[in-house]
């Protein structure tokens, strides 16, 4: 059996005054096929993380889309720092079992200029804890509206111009999902995972 932790999940605002839309299949369930508006988590916005340990358990939280980077980072900001998780203290981390079995994170993005054609193609991965996730340009993404609700523009690769785009990073590399557990479970300051744009 596996266990399932929600650390600091927090549930999209703009769903409390007009109702909860339905959400589509790539905003709600990870790429292992969890669906983590279970646990709290919002069917758009902010930053959602997955972790799966060895031993089969799940640690899911969220950053709230008001906590994060709004605006366009200068050129001096390489990497920019989108956001801070804090909670994954000892006992979360010592939950996994010793180590990942896998990592996802959730990203909805507005006018990211990530997608196919866009100016920024492939210019920018997405770093944690300074682990190199993978490239904001190769990431499936689907348009959906404020809600999680499907938007016009369907499903693409990457993050696009003038869209809310919202997609999964999947890390399943287990060299890097083991630095990326040695990371976290290491911090001193406040147990923050820091979650960067390398442009």
Do not use: H
């Amino acid at each position: 059996m596996t266990k399932t932790f929600a650390v600091a999940a927090v549930a999209a605002a703009l769903a409390a005054s007009t109702g909860v839309a339905s959400a589509t299949p790539l905003t709600s369930i990870s790429p292992t096929g969890f669906d983590v508006t279970t646990v709290g988590a919002s069917t758009v916005g902010g930053i959602v993380v997955q972790l799966v340990g060895t031993n089969g358990t799940r640690v899911i939280s969220q950053l709230a889309a008001s906590t994060l980077f709004v605006g366009f980072p200068a050129a001096a900001d390489n990497p920019l720092l989108i956001g801070q998780q804090a909670g994954f203290d000892a006992a979360i981390m010592g939950a996994l079992g010793g180590g990942l079995a896998s990592a996802a994170f959730r990203f909805s993005l507005y006018d990211g200029d990530f997608g196919i054609g866009d100016f920024d193609q492939g210019d920018a991965s997405l770093l944690v804890n300074g682990i190199n996730i993978g490239n904001w340009s190769a990431v499936t993404t689907e348009n959906t509206d404020g809600l999680g609700a499907a938007g016009a523009a369907g499903v693409s690769t990457g993050f696009r111009n003038d869209l809310l785009d919202t997609g999964w990073f999947a890390l399943n590399d287990a060299v890097k999902l083991t630095a990326l557990f040695r990371a976290v479970s290491s911090l001193k300051r406040d147990a923050s995972d820091e979650i960067c744009s390398q442009c």
